[in-house]
């Protein structure tokens, strides 16, 4: 069944109004009748079954009743927030993409010293248009509840700053010793919040390593390979599905 994330104002007692792009998708390109029905999330909490009643492409507008609420578990029991050394344009929609279909809470880019891609600010909030609209692309197809979020770019200083906002941040550089990440995620229970620190193409300095550890990161290796800008962050939401979802699958139950 097709799924449309709307705002949680689109959603009222049981009535769904939907606009926006959404209409011509729902209209023209799935051809969808009234009496059809579709799978509508706020992207926060509520995820129902509802029932085409109008569709109205010349106001843009579609209104649907919900048929029934639907009680999906499909996020991660930890929310996790991919921040990387912006990597050059498509690779960067690539790691959007992937890492909404792996689980990701949140992504946002930062300028590093060896960044090859560099962010014009003047163009990111029409380009972080873009990019929302890939992650919500991204998370209907994968029946996601809930809506990643593309935060502003920042500098490697201020993604410093942003560490005491988490529960625990790791940073994936080649360099440390052991595999730290799954100590990381030991310390983690369900509802807490990981910031994943990404190095771009050309990878952290030592300077920025120790930054980042000083501020409270944790250093981590993701085997003993060199992987690419854009397969570490995958690799990390891989495990975290792994570590919370595969092998500790009975903490998650006896969690709810
Ligand atoms: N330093 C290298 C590689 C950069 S790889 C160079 O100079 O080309 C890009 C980013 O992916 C790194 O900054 C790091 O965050 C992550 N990464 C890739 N392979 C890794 C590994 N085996 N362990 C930890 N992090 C890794």
Redesign the pocket.
């Known amino acids: 069944m097709q799924r449309y994330f709307v705002e949680p104002h689109q959603i009222s007692g049981h009535l769904v109004t939907i606009t926006g792009d959404d209409v011509h998708h729902i209209v023209k390109v799935m051809r969808s009748r009234t009496g059809q029905e579709i799978v509508v999330s706020d992207g926060q909490s509520r995820t129902a079954r509802a029932r085409l009643s109008q569709l109205d492409a010349g106001r843009n507008l579609v209104q649907a009743e919900v048929v029934e609420w639907l009680d999906e578990q499909r996020e991660l029991p930890i929310d996790v927030t991919i921040a990387q050394?912006l990597p050059k344009g498509d690779k960067w929609e690539w790691i959007l993409q992937k890492g909404t279909e792996l689980g990701a809470s949140a992504f946002f880019p930062f300028s590093s010293e060896?960044a090859v891609a560099k962010l014009d600010e003047k163009k990111e909030p029409k380009k972080r248009e873009r990019w929302q609209k890939i992650v919500k692309e991204a998370a209907e197809q994968s029946h996601r509840t809930r809506l990643p979020v593309v935060l502003p770019a920042r500098s490697f200083q201020q993604t410093i700053e942003e560490i005491p906002r988490y529960t625990a941040c790791a940073?994936?550089?080649?360099q440390?010793s052991g595999f730290g990440l799954h100590a990381v995620l030991d310390s983690l229970g369900p509802g807490d919040s990981l910031l994943v620190?990404?190095?771009?193409?050309?990878?952290?300095s030592a300077e920025e390593a120790a930054q980042a550890t000083a501020a409270g990161a944790v250093a981590?290796?993701?085997?003993?390979?060199?992987?690419?800008?854009e397969?570490?962050s995958q690799y990390v939401l891989a495990a975290v599905s792994y570590h919370f979802e595969q092998t500790n699958g009975e903490r998650r139950e006896s969690n709810g």
């Open positions: 050394g060896r940073i994936a550089y080649e440390s620190l990404i190095g771009p193409e050309g990878g952290f981590v290796s993701l085997g003993p390979r060199i992987l690419r800008t397969t570490a």
